[in-house]
């Protein structure tokens, strides 16, 4: 016979740690860290850990806008230094099996075009890696670009992106708005520095040489061939770019300027209201240099707000090292910190912080028009962004959460807070946003032009933006938290794309963080709300595999190599966020069959928690990029699946939320109270 679940947590743990007091002031130790985080605006925001590209590319952008007295400068070279591997490479998440190529090569060329001397330590390591790891042939188009721009790599050596592409109709599959929302917004100001191919190159004594070791003339600057069959669309794309760019050096014509023209219009147009573009960096800096180019000095109002942008809170200091953020998450945090807050038993009237956060976060609501438009007209905005500014990409992800947060508030705060409105413009915007396959994408709908992929400029992120398991289940949890179950002709279509999305294992892959046990930490709360039988024979799959995957400390773990490497699904150290993952998705389930696996999770927790209230936690668990190129899963049991990346996630961008740690154990510590105070009345036979 299964163990109760108040059994099970004093089985699992020591004394100290079992009695549901011990659970009672683990939550309110958390719910003290988390007042006491709070801004006092109301919003919260944690750091954002990324690769040390955002470092590097910003000491290489300071570079070409001829800007070496900026006060961050010498703390960002810190960042640079401290991120360093003990093989000289850098890292693209932490504790990758390897570094990577690229960023390591854009992190030396940075700390060159700082005066770093190559016979440092640090160079020469960093050195001897690079050229052991196929020298600079081997980085990708972003950093071969990078090098063209300081005078390090020939234009004729990177793709072409001709400015001609923002005069194309939306039907072509060129069209700029058939290419992901953060694609777009990096490729306009690219398609200006690759049209102008400006050069500002690094300093006589800064140059990169010695990465040239048979000189720079026996160098092979030729794009590697993508395609693997003569007759691909990679192949035909390869000889149209290398055509392009023959045409490209022998033309100036009018067209030419009219689409530069447009291209700097809608760069200047899209600046958010605080400086940055797209609320993330790569097409900001990008941003940034093509304005330059196209004869915008540094003083002008767009070019210094854009810079000025770049100081707190998008830089942060740490340990005496300035990081640069590649985004900021303050919508995110503050709705999953809500919801953490929500289910643990806050008390929402008499709370001031949670009225601060909820006003906070009404006033974020978008209410302007945006780029998600111009192929999905007719739909009136009502979402929500990740960022603080970011108003022409609100997202569904965030606009599900903060859905959730709301419909489970609105009774409490009743003519308080004005929900309702909120509410309805949030839902009618989401069910605008569901795609052709009964889903949903993050930023567009139907954004699935699988072509757009194949150009040789992408080799690194994703081009396109299709629809995720993970999205999807957020958008079901909120249905369900606004009373709509199976009946409704949309939750059911999304609960069978969800279905057949399902792994063989019983798992489902995590597009938006790491990796199966996101999924299917997403899911199976999700199908809960919605009023599926979590008795189904495919619930239970994948709650057994959750168990399954459970560490010998109770904690679950996963690392981002599982993108690439299958034997890795649900594998790695225990994490506080994971650990909260798998707890949630086992809760939602409800079975007692779990109880055990529950209360050996919860003593995890309680056992790791600080004393302080929180969690520590050094681990990527959010993703940015795969890096499979295409914008969804691979299968990579399939023989025709091998990538350019191995583990190291060289195409991929992975990412450390540093609040993760802390709302995502508190959620399920809250759901857990629950579970154990009122069982459920249904029971699962063993």
């Known amino acids: 016979m299964a163990l109760t679940a108040q059994q099970a947590v004093r089985a699992a743990s020591r004394p100290d740690h079992a009695s549901a007091s011990s659970l009672d002031a683990a939550i309110d130790a958390a719910i003290g860290w988390a007042i006491e985080d709070q801004d006092p605006k109301g919003f919260w925001v944690g750091m954002l850990e990324s690769n040390p590209s955002m470092e590097a590319e910003w000491i290489l952008c300071m570079h070409f806008l001829g800007i070496r007295d900026d006060p961050k400068y010498p703390g960002v070279v810190r960042a640079l230094l401290a991120k360093q591997r003990a093989d000289g490479s850098w890292e693209n998440y932490r504790h990758a099996p390897k570094g990577d190529i690229s960023t390591t090569v854009e992190c030396y060329a940075a700390l060159r075009a700082a005066g770093h001397d190559p016979n440092s330590a640090e160079l020469v390591r960093a050195r001897d890696w690079i050229l052991s790891h196929g020298g600079l042939a081997k980085v990708r188009v972003f950093t071969k670009m990078w090098l063209a721009l300081i005078g390090e790599w020939p234009w004729d050596g990177t793709p072409t992106l001709p400015p001609e592409l923002i005069l194309l109709p939306t039907w072509v599959p060129f069209n700029i708005y058939r290419f992901a929302s953060w694609a777009r917004g990096t490729m306009v ?204 990409y609100p997202d569904v992800d965030d606009t599900a959460v903060a859905l959730i947060v709301l419909a489970r508030l609105r009774r409490s705060v009743n003519g308080h807070l004005p929900l309702a409105d909120a509410i309805d413009r949030a839902a009618n915007w989401v069910r605008g946003m569901v795609c052709k396959n009964g889903a949903w994408a993050a930023f567009d709908r139907d954004n699935t032009g699988y072509l757009v992929a194949k150009i040789p400029f992408m080799d690194f992120g994703e081009a396109i933006d299709p629809p995720s398991v993970d999205v999807t289940a957020h958008v079901l949890e909120a249905f369900g938290a606004l009373g709509q179950d199976m009946s409704d002709p949309m939750v059911a279509r999304a609960v069978e794309y969800i279905k057949a999305e399902q792994e063989d294992d019983g798992s489902w892959f995590g597009r938006w963080g790491v990796n199966h046990i996101y999924g299917t930490g997403a899911v199976l709360p999700a199908l809960e709300a919605v009023g599926e039988d979590m008795s189904s024979l495919y619930v239970r799959r994948a709650a057994d595999w959750i168990v399954e995957r459970q560490n010998e400390d109770g904690g679950w773990g996963e690392t981002c190599a599982s993108y690439m490497d299958l034997s890795q699904r649900g594998v790695g150290p225990s994490t506080a966020s994971q650990t909260g993952w798998a707890l949630m998705a086992l809760l939602a389930v409800g079975y007692h069959h779990y109880d055990e696996a529950i209360g050996r999770g919860l003593a995890y927790l309680m056992t790791t928690q600080r004393p302080d209230g929180t969690w520590d936690e050094e681990e990527y668990t959010g993703t940015g990029f795969p890096g499979y190129g295409q914008g969804h899963r691979i299968d990579l049991s399939q023989p025709d699946a091998a990538l350019p990346q191995g583990t190291e996630l060289g195409r991929g961008f992975m990412i450390n939320y540093n609040l993760y740690r802390h709302y995502f154990p508190l959620m399920a510590m809250g759901r857990a109270r629950e579970h154990l105070g009122q069982p459920r009345l249904a029971e699962a036979a063993d």
């Open 189 to 392: 100001p690219l398609c200006i520095l690759s049209a102008k191919r400006p050069v500002r190159p690094l300093p006589a004594e800064s140059r990169l040489d010695e990465l040239f070791p048979g000189g720079r003339d026996q160098m092979n600057y030729a794009l590697p061939r993508r395609g693997k069959r003569f007759f691909s669309w990679e192949t035909l794309f390869h000889g149209i770019d290398r055509l392009a760019n023959w045409v490209g050096k022998r033309s100036v014509y009018p067209q030419r300027r009219e689409a530069i023209r447009l291209c700097v219009e809608w760069i200047i147009e899209r600046q958010e209201a605080d400086g940055c573009w797209g609320g993330i960096q790569p097409p900001w800096v990008y941003s940034l240099m093509a304005l330059n180019v196209a004869g915008y000095s540094i003083h002008h109002p767009v070019l210094a707000k854009g810079l000025e942008a770049f100081n707190a809170p998008w830089a942060y200091e740490r340990d005496g090292a300035t990081f640069i953020q590649a985004c900021m998450s303050p919508v995110w945090d503050t709705v999953l910190m809500l919801l953490a807050l929500v289910d643990c038993g806050h008390d929402y009237l008499n709370s001031e912080p949670v009225r601060k956060a909820l006003r906070w976060v009404l006033d974020e609501q978008v209410h302007a028009p945006g780029d998600w438009q111009e192929l999905n007209p007719g739909v009136e905005p009502g979402g929500w962004a990740f960022e603080f500014e970011n108003d022409c």
